[in-house]
């Protein structure tokens, strides 16, 4: 079945530095892949999404790209703030019947 | 805009327990969902709703109930709370079909287990 892996638990970086986080997916569909942030004590929030048709989203400074070859979805952003410091999850859209499929999340943590 | 209300936000029970929570949209979206977020992982799908009156289990559905009397209120029972299960339980809509993708969370009730 399709699925999608976040190895990353936490990532530490300082203010300014440069993020990357990595997602891989398997589906043997067309895939919409989605990057959610969790602040703390909210629920998920919808950052960007990347479909076949446009390859990449850009949303609040993040960058993600999906890569058919490597089947990745990796999330970017040239210069973190502390007001970053969350929990991001990747997910991808499961098309026999429209729901979720999370990875297990990675939590940025921003040094001051 | 709207909000996805959950109420309460904390809720703390024996073991043996049944519990109710409760959560209410005013997106007027057609699916709720209910997922379980454990310390540190992801979230794993309880319960959906597509309509009022519908429901599908998810994953996780071993252990609850839920209710969809409303469009706007989808209702989360444990059947009987166990301390293996402590947990931030969240409540979500979405406008359904190829828009399910954008999911509208609750803040969560986080649940413990004497």
């Known amino acids: 079945g399709d699925s999608v892996t976040q190895k990353q638990g936490q990532v530490t970086l300082s203010e300014d530095d440069f993020l990357f986080i990595n997602c891989t997916y398997s589906?043997?569909?067309?895939?919409?892949l989605l990057w959610y942030v969790q602040y703390l004590g909210q629920g998920p929030q919808l950052l960007l999404k990347?479909?076949?048709a446009n390859n990449k989203g850009i949303s609040r400074g993040f960058e993600a790209t999906y890569d058919k070859g490597t089947t990745s979805f990796h999330l970017q952003k040239a210069s973190v703030q502390e007001s970053d410091s969350a929990v991001y999850f990747c997910?991808?859209?499961?098309?026999?019947?429209?729901?979720?499929?999370w990875g297990s999340g990675t939590k940025l943590i921003i040094k001051p | 805009g709207g909000i996805i209300t959950q109420t309460p936000k904390f809720l703390i029970g024996q073991e043996g327990q049944k519990l109710t929570l409760k959560c209410q949209q005013n997106f007027n979206h057609d699916t709720m969902y209910w997922y379980r977020q454990d310390s540190g992982k992801g979230l794993r799908l309880i319960y959906y709703?597509?309509?009022?009156?519908?429901?599908q289990k998810g994953d996780l559905s071993e252990g609850y109930d839920a209710s969809r009397e409303k469009k706007s209120s989808f209702s989360l029972t444990v059947t009987s709370a166990q301390k293996n299960e402590m947990a931030v339980f969240l409540c979500a809509s979405s406008q359904g079909g190829a828009s399910a993708e954008t999911l509208y969370f609750g803040s969560g009730t986080r649940l413990t287990v004497l």
């Open positions: 589906t043997t569909t067309y895939p919409t």
């Open positions: 997910a991808l859209v499961d098309r026999s019947n429209y729901q979720l499929i």
């Open positions: 990347v479909t076949t």
């Open positions: 709703s597509i309509t009022e009156n519908d429901l």
